[in-house]
């Protein structure tokens, strides 16, 4: 079993809509929550950072992370054609040096 | 501002030949430095990371290594390429007040035939 799963998609939306990601994770010792966006043949930029449980808001993208459930979510509000891309989740243990598990990412079309 | 820079973008290599890829850090000090391949379709391997200069930590036993012989450059080689070795190389950065957080480059694109 892999510690972090992500659906592979492709998820298709129609302009407007909202988009919503997810992650679920087996390990518990977690604490560090990230989602990237990556364009097609480029590096993963990141998007939204997260320490624990809770909700983070930055403009259209809401980042929530549910730790009782080993959960993460992202969701993008009015999706637009230009966030067509792979989301990929990442997580971390320790506040210092380490190792990053990354989900396989989620590929998301928005259609016009 | 922190960037990060790879070189080069692409590259295509024959079967057998050597490779080196770099990636140089600016504007922090003592990063945290990885290397990551991404095969078509799939997602993040960790290949190596690194804590300091010559300090390199080995995720995968493979034909590739890695060399950090200054604290903001990183270095992926290998003696003699595997047509498996082809793929979207990484180089990413953590440290500072980010140490949760981790930037990438812009990745370096290559085909082994």
């Known amino acids: 079993q892999k510690e972090v799963e992500q659906d592979p998609g492709p998820l298709s939306v129609p302009e407007g809509a909202i988009v919503s990601l997810n992650c679920t994770y087996s390990?518990?010792?977690?604490?560090?929550f990230m989602w990237y966006r990556q364009y097609s043949r480029k590096g993963p930029e990141l998007l939204m950072y997260t320490y624990s449980s809770g909700n983070k808001e930055d403009g259209r993208f809401t980042a929530q992370v549910d730790k009782s459930s080993k959960y993460i979510s992202l969701f993008i509000r009015d999706s637009q054609p230009s966030d067509s891309a792979t989301y990929l989740c990442?997580?971390?243990?320790?506040?210092?040096?380490?190792?990053?598990?990354f989900g396989a990412g989620t590929q998301v079309v928005v259609t016009p | 501002s922190q960037t990060i820079h790879q070189w080069p973008a692409t590259l295509v290599q024959p079967v057998g030949s050597p490779l080196s890829l770099e990636c140089t850090v600016e504007g922090t000090s003592n990063p945290n430095l990885y290397w990551y391949r991404q095969a078509a379709g799939r997602g993040l391997q960790l290949l190596f990371y690194?804590?300091?200069?010559?300090?390199i930590s080995s995720e995968v036993p493979q034909n590739l290594s890695a060399s950090r012989p200054q604290d903001r450059q990183f270095i992926l080689s290998s003696k003699k390429l595997l047509l498996s070795d082809s793929g979207f190389y990484l180089c990413?950065?953590?440290?500072?007040?980010?140490?949760?957080?981790?930037?990438f480059g812009p990745g370096t694109r290559l085909t082994v035939l």
């Open positions: 390990n518990s010792a977690f604490q560090y």
């Open positions: 690194s804590v300091g200069i010559g300090q």
């Open positions: 990442a997580m971390k243990i320790t506040d210092s040096w380490g190792k990053f598990q």
């Open positions: 990413a950065w953590s440290g500072g007040k980010t140490y949760n957080e981790q930037f």
